[in-house]
């Protein structure tokens, strides 16, 4: 080991076996760097480095985890069932791309009605500009960011605002440049491969001390950082056949650790496979996770709205596909998949509504499009409010994308700064072989220039102009209205009848707990559509209507109640949201 800073000394390192090895040294202090010296050759970052001063190719520095002054001793996390959750990304929500700049939103957001926010990787990257998920040091919180005590800053004021925080990891894969993981044993395999290069050995000989590498690096963010939850990416470029799966023992021992801390911690994965064994109970064969990203929905509904049929929107675009996903969180539960041209998903029946969550846009579904285009670019203010509503008054849990609530206009892209100039070039190529078959949009922006990052950031000020305004205030209302109905507050598709009209693009549901019930009818098409809606003997009143001049809508007619025979002619881009119980609504 070789002590960089403040002192240029050299430590050796004894095997204890298992591939470790330690050395005990006194006077290091925090602030002090270091490297690790190969077998006596190359000079390497430590690869469970807590710090990156210099960037993925510097010295690490020693941080003092315990030096932190945290404020939310009697925090303990918010039920999961709470979640209304507000994905963002560090560098671009504000002008100044730090953890300390987005504090003074905080009450911005909980006042919109957000329960949790959801920080895209924030593990140490090449240069200051990406995603995060080209992180190549784990543990390293990013230094352009704040560093680690900066995401504590924003955890604890988080938490005093009663906010939750779900933090994005990636344990498919490293980043390209900087990763020198490999150097220090058999962390990758050559027996399975990512879309992103080599995967971990999660299965293979020595595969113990891979697994606990990044188990440990689970429980670092819920001990020492306090997140309340962490999102896994991609878990479906994890290939693992051990008889007990890492997401299995990540689960497991997360559990008992939150437990020992007397907190919630959660585990959300997103995949793309539909398979709910990541999800179903352990009792019943799963690996127990907490809950999943469930892309059906968003592609369902984004294929309703937008008509595009490109790529894996292929396999939507009917009124059916978002009546199963809202039924089910699946649109797919075994059926033939024509973009994958075989059968996809399997039944998620046995999981709860809450393990579901839900989106019509997320930093994927923006930022892989060639021009990074939000929701708001792609259809009407009308249909902004449709799509709203489908999620927010969903029996799944909500997940908005920084901006969408106003109708952001700065467009999402993809961009890096890596120091690899090669490594720039392929990724150029790559992004231009990706979108080759849209050359009539023009050419893919430079993921490397600056101002492909810089037109991502978020423009504030419009969330209190115009029908900017308008949109947040009815994002805001839907809100209030989802938590205050008990039917709506209620996530349960066993409580949940839903139809749809196909040949008029309408979707219709009923939502009950209890005595108090709540109807959902949306209306994709352009014209008007009559509507024999679920009402039993019960007289509904209606509580919103996105077509209401008061929502800079075109003031379009809705019944203020409904009978008996349930019959409702909807104007055509239009939701309306009947009660069946005014005392419901707080």
Known sequence: MHLVAPSDRFAPLQSIGGGYHCATI???APGARYLYRLDGGKERPDPASRLQPQGVHGPSEVVAVDAFSWSDAAWAGRPLGEYVIYELHVGTYTGEGTFEAIIPHLNELSDLGVTAIEIMPVAQFPGDRNWGYDGAYPFAVQTSYGGPDGLRRLVDAAHAHGLSVILDVVYNHLGPEGNYLGEYGPYFTDRYRTPWGSAINYDGPASDEVRRYFVENALQWLNDFHIDALRLDAVHAITDFSAVAFLDELQLISHEAAERANRRFYLIAESDLNDARLIRPRAHG????????ADDFHHALHALLTNERDGYYEDFGSMEHLVRAYRDGYAYTGEYSAYRQRRHGNSPRLNGAEQFIVCTQNHDQVGNRMLGDRLSALVSFEELKLAAGAVLLSPYLPLLFMGEEYGETAPFLYFVSHGDKGLVEAVRR?????????????????????????????????????????????????????????????????????????????????RWHGASQALVAINFAGCDAGVTAPTGTDRWTLALNSSDAGWAGPGQAVPQALDQSGTLVLPGKTLALYINNKEAVL
């Not at 805001?476 to 938590?483: N, P, Q």
């Open 286 to 293: 799963g690996y127990g996770l907490a809950a999943q990203w």
């Open 26 to 28: 006194n006077d290091v």
């Open 430 to 510: 790559g992004r231009s072989q990706e979108f080759a078959d849209f050359r009539d949009q023009g050419e893919p922006p430079d993921p490397y220039d600056p101002a492909t990052f810089e037109r991502s950031r978020l423009h504030h000020e419009l969330r209190a102009q115009g029908q900017h305004g308008v949109l947040r205030g009815f994002y805001k209302e839907l809100i209030r209205l989802r938590a205050t109905i008990p039917a709506l507050a209620h996530l349960s598709n066993d409580e949940l009848e839903v139809t749809g009209v196909e040949a008029q693009q309408v979707l219709v549901a009923r």
